[in-house]
């Protein structure tokens, strides 16, 4: 009788649907990790998996997700793509944290119902957003029913028109904003930044038309630029901690405002600084010199990428930015490759120290007068350096003979730091 108590018991216990019981927010931790695809096949298991996927506060229609409709032959049958959107959307109950919107691959049919769609998602309290359009097609401007999504923390948009309607009165909630592709007048971008009082996070990608662009963020924190810009100027940026810029083309090389740029050093807590690109050939060319001596006392890491040592203004701008840098613990460079880069003629502060650097990084290394000059005063100033990092240009290394040959140049040079090591990273 005992026996078959227990049985029963475990009957019972296997019989249990445990992941059903689960409390809300595990639940949503789960489902927000499964693609979309297999929330909506879950829906037929139990009228509360049907209520959950409807509930779903995580949209993800991605490109991937409209791939594989596209590839499903007998998910579309007597459907396409956008009625099966419009079924998720137009369903959907309750509010949404974060939606993901591609449109792309149905034809201009989406285009017309992206307007209700948002026109829908304005109405659910929508967090977080991302919309994409398909590269394919011409930019098209964002529906004004998106500026109806109040309640926005965060934004990505991609290949649209940015302009807003004359009534718009902002993102009061907005912390991050990312455009990719986006074509904007200066006005309307500036109009907009304007409006984002909690703005912490800013990060535009290859922008259209958006060639004059002043920062004036007081709440920013964060900064990414990335394209061709004319005009480059910094107003009360106080807070910003973080700034990567990254430009590949200015038709007049004095763009970045010189008063700007000393700025960043005077008035706001950079920590960490990055410039890509030919950003450093640009403040080099357009008289940067003139504003050293600086002093970037608050900067923890400094990263340059695609530097041309060959050339004596970057040359001369990098090692005054490393002097204008006293606390700085982490350094990383990326030379433009070039054999035949050779030592300019500067002077340069001997007795100046970094007391604090501990990693430095240097890839695109060839073996240039140019390159171990810059490694050796590097090694010469950093008194409490622990490891240099560095790596081989590519094929300027192409056999044993030359990386040996590079190894034991670098080798040979002096070491301030009784700690300092050299490491070799091999591709």
């Known amino acids: 009788m005992a026996s078959s108590k227990f049985s029963m018991n475990l009957t019972d216990e296997a019989n249990q649907d445990f992941i059903s019981n689960l409390p809300t927010i595990v639940t949503e931790n789960i489902l927000k990790r499964l693609p979309i695809q297999t929330l909506a096949r879950m829906s037929v298991l139990s009228t509360k998996w049907k209520d959950n996927w409807l509930s779903h506060r995580h ?5 991937i997700f409209l791939m594989q409709l596209e590839m499903s032959k007998r998910t579309l049958v007597g459907r396409n793509a956008t009625d099966i959107v419009s079924s998720i959307l137009f369903n959907h109950n309750g509010p949404l944290h974060k939606l993901h919107l591609h449109v792309s691959y149905t034809g201009k049919g989406s285009f017309i119902l992206l307007s209700p769609w948002l026109s829908f998602i304005s109405r659910t309290c929508v967090k977080k957003i991302a919309l994409s359009l398909n590269g394919d097609y011409d930019l098209l ?32 909630n907005l912390r991050s904003l990312k455009l990719v592709l986006i074509k ?23 922008c259209i038309d958006l060639d004059h662009v002043v920062i004036d963020v007081p709440s920013l924190e964060s900064l990414v630029i990335k ?7 910094f107003k009360n940026v106080a807070r910003l901690a973080n700034i990567s810029l990254c430009i590949e083309k200015y038709k007049n090389p004095k763009a970045v405002e010189l008063d700007s740029f000393k700025d960043l050093a005077t008035s706001c807590e950079l920590q960490h600084l990055h410039f890509g690109g030919r950003f450093s050939w640009f403040l ?69 120290k ?58 040979q040079l002096p070491r301030t730091s009784p700690k300092a090591q050299l490491v070799w990273l091999k591709k």
Do not use: W
């Open 59 to 63: 949209l993800i229609i991605d490109v």
């Open 354 to 411: 970094l007391g604090h650097l501990l990693k430095v990084k240097i890839t695109g290394i060839t073996g240039s007068q140019a390159e171990l000059i810059f490694v050796e005063y590097l090694l010469a100033i950093s008194v409490v350096l622990e490891k240099l990092f560095f790596e081989c240009g590519f094929g300027y290394c192409p056999d044993a003979n030359s990386e040996l040959q590079l190894l034991r140049d670098l080798l």
């Open 284 to 352: 080099a060319a357009g008289g940067v010199a003139e504003s050293f001596p600086l002093a970037f006392n608050h900067l923890n890491k400094v990263s340059f990428t695609d530097l041309d040592l060959g050339r004596v203004e970057v040359y001369d701008f990098v090692f005054r930015m490393v002097q204008s840098c006293p606390s700085i613990k982490e350094l990383e460079i990326s030379v433009t490759p070039d054999r035949n880069a050779v030592q300019q003629k500067l002077d340069y502060d001997d007795n100046y």
């Open 227 to 233: 394209g061709v810009f004319n005009y480059l100027s």
């Open 184 to 206: 904007c007048k200066p006005a309307v971008f500036g109009s907009l930044i304007a409006s984002c009082p909690r703005l912490t996070l800013l990060d535009l990608e290859s």
């Open 141 to 172: 401007p964002i529906p004004y029913h998106f500026f109806e999504c109040k309640e926005l923390v965060k934004i990505r948009l991609e290949h649209f028109v940015l302009k807003p309607p004359p009534h718009f009165k902002g993102f009061v």
